[in-house]
């Protein structure tokens, strides 16, 4: 069985680590993180390999992954390259969402064959993680991207290659399906609970809307899926909001408002759009 070195064992590397463990893909040999107890830590979750106090201390493997923050790919890539650790045809690979394999360079130069495998998951809580990876979409690109695909699979993920140069728009995307969602969400409640709803009430009133509208923009489509006043073409209703809404709230509100206008587009009459968009950019009343 091939063996994988983790360099950098926080939430995302040491669950993907545990993962390929347990199914019995890869065997773990060296796990290196920013201290000992750290790696001792990442170890003892994984339940398997060895803490390495430092780079030079890490045994031979014919995998390596590398899950440190992605401010500090390139320089890991550059210290791993000039380590004389790598052997013609290793696979190095990292996991970041918003970076690509050219993060790697140093190491391609080195003989390595490079990519990158990033599972479109959350990874706050690694046990939790762990039980959610069967399934999960996992972005791959790179050279070595048919050995990740399989990679992938082991993990019961379902891996998909991205374009190349696309990994920052692909990142943006689950930024916007993931963070900005949260965002949507408080920004959401924000507004119940200036109409006098508690914080905890407006949460529970919000919830099964959402719910049922993710699901019915996932099952239907987003244009499917519209409703509510710009849909309708519902001028005053929308003035109304304006109105009334907190002033940190409208930005939000007129940005996501124009966004709205241009998926409804195909069922709006040409007058009632432009009037919704000068509306919602401020330069004019409804009528």
Known sequence: MDSLNVIGAGKLGRTL????????????????????AHAADAVAFIGAGSAAATLASLPVARWWLIATPDDAIAEAAIQLAASGLIRQGDVVFHASGALDAMVLHALAMAGASTGSLHPALSFAEPSRALLQLPGTPCAIEGAAAAELEALAAALGGQPFRLAPGGKACYHAAT?????YLVALTALAAE???????????????LAPLMRQTLDNALTLGPSGALTGPIARGDVDTVARHLAALPPMLQPAYRVLGHATV?????????DVAARLDTLL???A???
């Open 285 to 287: 009343s409804p009528r």
């Open 191 to 205: 507004a119940a609970t200036a109409a006098g709803l508690g914080e905890s009430q407006a949460l529970a009133m």
């Open 17 to 36: 680590a545990r993962a390929w463990h347990q199914a019995g893909t890869l065997a773990i040999g060296g796990v290196l993180c920013r201290t000992p």
């Open 262 to 270: 241009a998926l409804a587009a195909e069922r709006l009459q040409a």
């Open 281 to 283: 950019a401020g330069t």
């Open 175 to 179: 930024v916007l399906a993931s963070n």
